[in-house]
Every structure is written in structure tokens, then in C-alpha cells.
């Protein structure tokens, strides 16, 4: 099962060390992983994408929970969630065909644009799920991907309270 | 309040002493000397003891945390220094020792350049650590280290490392305060009150239960629990047994208790644990070596678990009532729900299998007819001329055991041992610093010759710090525990295990420490008054029979009731 965790810290050296490390005691691997500061400012928002079991979820939360500088962490998944990541698909091109295709091709979703051309390349940026953005990157292929950059998930609560918090269960 | 200016070095000594330190265990160095050159001044506030080895400082610290439940306090200097202490500190979050570990380190310039003896003390201490923190300015230091003894000490006690480098040591900075303000994070890890819905839950079972049971575990030590255990259990007239660390809470000779749990536990606590009804867990982590083959753990029991690491709870198994909290109030709140009652019947059982353990094993080990020395007597006899009002500080193997199993205890805190990392070699260290906590209390270290060469360094800071420790040396010349099991599950193919040891007590009075050595049974109890008589440290080497096995035993994989008695 897919789970978020989104984790709140003091943003401080050493935390992401501490983060890691309760997954590679417990062998869990990331999938996505983004941080960054939020509004208010020295907290962390560390979110968090990974494959475990609900049993272990809550296990890992808690331990997580333990680090000093962690001010609050919990679980959630992707139904609880509104989120997105962003994509940047440097696509390269033959002829001028070419890039009207793409541009037809990409303009079928919302929130995706083309942000930069010349002679050989298109660089499209897109955000969407990550179930989009795969879908987007597989009807480029054809016309040769060069790159392709895709940042970590990030994601809200649709409602105030998630599912999976520390608790004594 | 004045603004103070000094050195970091002296921002180091001044927030040590307002954080009430006492003792700190030491080893000096290159990127320490500016707070060794602070503590010069210092001599007089805080006791400073030289270990021989900075693994030995922090088992000190270890020793002098557990005798006194005071933060224990350790220095080292950068790079190999630090790397050192790592055991230590394990071996301090394995079993929620507070410490606080001063480390020196290079100077913020060359941090990174693989400077001389630099280590990268945060990446190696992280894993290991509540928290570490790596100070490179002056200024910041009194805020640190008063955070430090704050998370060392709060919540689930454990090791804390404040790296400070040699520049912030030798740097001027204006104090005002040496104390530190919560910040959110801090704040985020105190306790919430406890769910009084869950205590009323909890009293319920317990008061219909047929067949409760009460496992206790360091908690109640650290949380200094002792009256209100003994308040309930008298109340609900409740069996309890303890883990290793929870020894000692209330005197061994209550009549309610049932004795040790767990591998080497005693017969009747592991294998009853499978005939409780209701189980109230209180202070303890549920270990592998408590629990046995968790499947079949308890299986007929609604288990209460207690604890201050709401982590702990449901993290082996699972609880119906989980309660996270201090162990103290909350066995407050719940004697007053307890209704009276004695269970006799249910702790007949106890009794009978204590009669069965005692004929197939106690009887044979603790008063043997002929032969040789048996690990047992010697611990029984210690236990008898120290009236149970010794400390017992035992190293880690067979001796371990025995000393666990038959030390007979009056006051809490009376058994220091590494229980969750097993640590050879701590018990030297570690009865060094619960000496110095408790200068009034005859401290026994019980080692085995195999633990007692791997910290036998430490034999020198107790000849120069002059530390009536006494040492008992149960020397089997063997690797005894691994020996067991190569034994029992390795089709007795002993490898590795056989020890060629030096004349021990030639090494003692090497090192000006008194000693003898006892290979006669008629001889045994005369020498070991003479080691507790004796003024200054003492070391009694007693050769025991070589191949003797711990019993009982819960094998590993097994079911606590498939506990073995042979």
C-alpha cells in the first residue's frame, strides 16, 4: 500500500540524516521524497512517498515521531490527499511537424506548456499525478526524450484530520 | 542578570555545573585541551575521574546515571576520542541510560578535510543518540548543553552527544544565562496527561481478572515507581515478575514477586506468563529475550501496557489497553481503581514451579554437595553477607545470569548490567561510576574472565582514584554463554571459545589493587569476607566449574513455556 507521510521539523542540520535512518533500519525504500520550508519560517515539510503495510506505518511514524526535531508527523493515503508533482521533458525534434504535434499532443492536459524551444529541442513542463506524468512522458517517446526531471510528490489533506497519527495504537 | 564573558571552554564548565554535574568521566586530547584547561579551575566544583579508555568513561557515566538516576557526564576528545564512546552510547539507548557526552573536535576551518584525528562525530553518533548537537561557535554552547541534560533526562532517558569544536572552545563570548528556554520541539516530546478513560479500562481487567500478572521493567526504576508498584500489588494482590533492568525495584524477598523473566529467567514467571488472563506491562519493551517466540507469547492474556515511549506501545505486541505515560502516575490513578484481593490459587502456581525449578537446578547450584565451585553459591553467599544492601553490577554472559538470578536485593537500583546491547566489558567501567554515585553503598562487580579482559584497563583508574570497588572474577576460562550454546545448538563443536587468562590477581596487584584467588570451596566464604571487609578495591578471582549451562532457558525461537530446566 501506498502511503504519504508528511513530516514537520525545526529545519536544522542533521534531520534528514535522522529521517533516513529510521527508514534503513526498518529496510523501507523511498519513492519520493520532497522538502522544503514552509510559511512559517525554520519548519520543515518533509513529504514523504513509500510502499509499506499499515501495521508498519504506524511504527514508523512513531519512531519518527521520537526525533527531537520533528514537531509533528502523520500518515496518509492517496485518497486523503490532493497532490502533485512537476515534470520537465526536454523532447528533441526533427521537423516543424514535429513540434506541432507536441504542442497538440500536450495540450490535451491542463497544466502542461511548453516554457522553452530552439533549433533541436522542446523542454515541456507538466504537473499532474504521477500517473499523468508517466502518461504524458510515454506519448513523448516517439519523438526522442533527451530528459526527463520529475520532483517529489507534494500534497495537501483534502479534509483537516488524516488517518494514520502517532497515537498509542 | 550580568553579562559574563569567557572563554567556550569555560561556558562548557559553567553550564556543567548548572546543570548540577557532579562527576564527569574523561579521557583528555588535542581538540579538548582548551576545556581540559577550563576544568583546571574546576577541580574543586567537579570531580573529574581519567578512565583509561573512552569506552570506560562512558560505561562510567552508564554506572553513575544507573546507581543515582542523575544524568552521567562524559569528555572526550575528537576523532578516535569519540569513536571510542560509541559502545557506550549504544549501549545507553539500548537501555535508557542518560548521558551527556562532551566531544571535542577540529576546528571549524578544517572541519571536513579529513583534519587530523577528525571524525565525523554526527554522522557516527546519529543512529546511536537522542539527539547530538555540533557546536562551532562559543556562543551557543550554555543553550546546548542545558538542552542536552533536558533531553537526556526527560521523557525515555538516553545518550546525548554535544560536539564542540576546538575553536568555539577557545573563542570569548558574553553569557547571560546558562539555562535554555523550550523551544517547539521540545515542547512537542513532553508528555500528554494520561487518557484516565484507558486507566479505568485497565483497572477493569485487572480487577475480573482470574489470572493477572504484572511484568515490570526499568520504567519503574527511572520513574521511580518502586512505592506505587508496591502499593498495587498489594492491593490487587498481584504476582510480578521483572525484567533484568527492573531488578531491584522492590526488595527480591516480597511475596508477591515471581521472579526474573526472559531467556534465562526464572521457570515459573516465563511459563505462567502463558497462563495469565490479564497482563499489566509496566516500564518494559517486551524484548526478544522476554518475549520468546512472539506468536505464542501470552496467548491467553489481554495484555496493559505502560510506557513513557508511546513508540513502545504495539510495537512487538499488541496491547488492548495501551497506556503512554509516566509509570509513577499512572499506577497512581490506577491503585486508587483497584479493588482488594489476594489470588492465591494463581500464585500457588508461581510457588509450585519455584519448588520444581528450585530441585532441578537452585538446589544443585546454590548448595552443592562436592565439586567444584558453582557460579551460583558464590552469588548466594555474596548475597547473604551483604544482607542484599550491595550494588551488584554485573558484566555480561553465564556470570550475568547467575548474578541476575540469584542476588538477592533490598533497596532499588541495587543491579547495573547491560541488558539491551550486552555490552562485555561494562561492568568494570560502569561499577566505577556507581561507586562514585553512591560512595555509601558496598558496590560488587560480578565478572566473567572473558568480559573482565576486554575493560581490564579500568583496573587503573580505580587504583588511582582509589575506589573501594570489589571485583569478583567467576572465572570458568571459557567464553561460558557462547560455549553454552555451542552446546546445546552446535553440536558441541567449541569454537573459539577456550581462554588462556593471565594469573588475575598478578594483574590487580600490578596495578596496586589488592586480591586472591579461591580454588576451594572450604575457602570461598572466608575470602569473601575478607574482599568485604577489605578498606580499598579488591579483587577476588574464584575459579568455577568450566562447563556449567545457565538453566533455566527458553531456547531461542521457543515459547516461554517451553522453557527448559535441563
Known amino acids: ?169 | 542578570m550580568a553579562k559574563k564573558k569567557m572563554t567556550g571552554a569555560q561556558a562548557v564548565m559553567e553550564s556543567l555545573l548548572h546543570a548540577g554535574t557532579e562527576v564527569i568521566f574523561g579521557y583528555p586530547g588535542g581538540a579538548i585541551m582548551p576545556i581540559y584547561d577550563a576544568l583546571y579551575d574546576y577541580k574543586d566544583k567537579i570531580r573529574h575521574i581519567l578512565v583509561r579508555h573512552e569506552q570506560g568513561a562512558a560505561h562510567a557515566a552508564e554506572g553513575f546515571a544507573r546507581a543515582t538516576g542523575k544524568v552521567g557526564v562524559c569528555m572526550a576528545t575528537s576523532g578516535p576520542g569519540a569513536t571510542n564512546l560509541v559502545t557506550g552510547v549504544t549501549d545507553a539507548i539500548m537501555d535508557s541510560v542518560p548521558l551527556v557526552c562532551i566531544t571535542g573536535q577540529v576546528s571549524s576551518s578544517v572541519i571536513g578535510t579529513d583534519a587530523f584525528q577528525e571524525a565525523d562525530v554526527l554522522g557516527i553518533m546519529t543512529p546511536i543518540t537522542k539527539w547530538c548537537h555540533q557546536a562551532t561557535k562559543a556562543a551557543e554552547i550554555p543553550e546546548v548543553i542545558a538542552k542536552a541534560f533536558h533531553i537526556a533526562s526527560s521523557g525515555r532517558p538516553g545518550p546525548v552527544v554535544v560536539d564542540i569544536t576546538k575553536d568555539a572552545q577557545f573563542a570569548m563570548s558574553e553569557y547571560e544565562t546558562f539555562s535554555f528556554e523550550m523551544d517547539e520541539s521540545t515542547r512537542s516530546k513532553l508528555p500528554k496527561p494520561l487518557d484516565l478513560d484507558k486507566i479505568k479500562k485497565a483497572a477493569e481487567l485487572l480487577n475480573s481478572a482470574k489470572h493477572p500478572y504484572i511484568l515490570i521493567g526499568h520504567g519503574i526504576l527511572i520513574s521511580k515507581a518502586e512505592k506505587e508498584l508496591k502499593e498495587l500489588v498489594e492491593k490487587g494482590g498481584f504476582p510480578f515478575a521483572s525484567t533484568i533492568h527492573g531488578l531491584s525495584a522492590l526488595p527480591s524477598d516480597h511475596p508477591l514477586y515471581v521472579g526474573m523473566l526472559g531467556m534465562h529467567g526464572n521457570y515459573g514467571s516465563n511459563r505462567l506468563t502463558n497462563w495469565a488472563d490479564v497482563i499489566l506491562a509496566v516500564g518494559m519493551r517486551f524484548d526478544d529475550r522476554v518475549t520468546g517466540r512472539v506468536k505464542d507469547y501470552a496467548p491467553s492474556a489481554k495484555i496493559i501496557h505502560i510506557d513513557i515511549d508511546i513508540a513502545e506501545l504495539n510495537k512487538i505486541i499488541k496491547s488492548e489497553v495501551s497506556i503512554h505515560g509516566d509509570a509513577k502516575e499512572a499506577l497512581k490513578k490506577l491503585i486508587a481503581l483497584i479493588n482488594k484481593n489476594t489470588h492465591k490459587e494463581w500464585i500457588e502456581h508461581f510457588r509450585e514451579a519455584d519448588k520444581k525449578e528450585n530441585e532441578k537446578v537452585g538446589e544443585l547450584e546454590l548448595y552443592p554437595k562436592g565439586g567444584e565451585i558453582r557460579m551460583a553459591e558464590v552469588i548466594r553467599m555474596v548475597a547473604e553477607k551483604t544482607k542484599g544492601k550491595a550494588i551488584i553490577v554485573a558484566d555480561v554472559g553465564q556470570h550475568q545470569m547467575t548474578a541476575a538470578r540469584y542476588s538477592k536485593f533490598k533497596d532499588s537500583n541495587s543491579f547495573i548490567s547491560s541488558g539491551g546491547l550486552g555490552t562485555m566489558g561494562f561492568a568494570l567501567p560502569a561499577a566505577v561510576g556507581a561507586k562514585l554515585g553512591k560512595m555509601e553503598k558496598q558496590v560488587i562487580a560480578v565478572i566473567g574472565d572473558g568480559s573482565f579482559q576486554m575493560n581490564i584497563q579500568e583496573l587503573g583508574t580505580i587504583s588511582q582514584e582509589k575506589l573501594p570497588v570489589k571485583i569478583i572474577i567467576l572465572n570458568n576460562e571459557f567464553l561460558g554463554m557462547v560455549r553454552q550454546w555451542q552446546s546445546l545448538f552446535f553440536a558441541k563443536r567449541y569454537s573459539f571459545v577456550d581462554l588462556q587468562n593471565p594469573d588475575f590477581v598478578a594483574v590487580a596487584k600490578g596495578f596496586y589493587i589488592d586480591g586472591e584467588k579461591v580454588e576451594q570451596r572450604e575457602n570461598l566464604s572466608k575470602a569473601l569476607d575478607r574482599m568485604i571487609k577489605s578498606e580499598g578495591p579488591y579483587l577476588l578471582e574464584v575459579k568455577v566449574l568450566k562447563e556449567e549451562n545457565v538453566f533455566p532457558m527458553v531456547p531461542t525461537g521457543a515459547s516461554v513455556d517451553e522453557i527448559r530446566l535441563e
Do not use: C
Open chain 1, 1 to 169: 500500500m501506498k502511503y504519504t507521510l508528511t513530516i514537520f521539523t525545526e529545519n536544522k542540520p542533521g534531520v534528514l540524516y535522522r529521517i533516513a535512518d529510521v527508514f534503513l533500519r526498518r529496510k523501507i525504500n523511498v519513492e519520493s521524497l520532497t522538502v522544503s520550508e514552509i510559511e512559517s519560517k525554520g519548519i520543515s515539510r518533509f513529504t514523504v512517498v513509500q510502499n509499506m503495510e499499515e501495521e508498519m506505518v504506524k511504527k514508523v511514524i512513531k519512531q519518527l515521531n521520537k526525533i527531537i526535531e520533528v514537531v509533528r508527523v502523520y500518515a496518509s493515503t492517496d485518497e486523503e490527499l490532493y497532490f502533485n508533482e512537476i515534470a520537465l521533458i526536454k523532447v528533441g525534434y526533427k521537423t516543424k511537424g514535429d513540434i506541432a504535434t507536441i504542442y497538440n499532443l500536450i495540450l490535451e492536459e491542463r497544466g502542461n506548456r511548453v516554457v522553452f524551444v530552439n533549433d533541436i529541442s522542446v523542454i515541456i513542463r507538466s504537473y499532474g499525478t504521477e500517473k499523468e506524468i508517466q502518461k504524458l512522458v510515454e506519448k513523448l517517446k516517439p519523438f526522442g526524450i533527451k530528459d526527463v526531471a520529475i520532483s517529489g510528490r507534494t500534497a495537501v489533506l483534502i479534509h483537516d484530520t488524516p488517518s494514520i497519527e502517532v497515537s498509542t495504537d
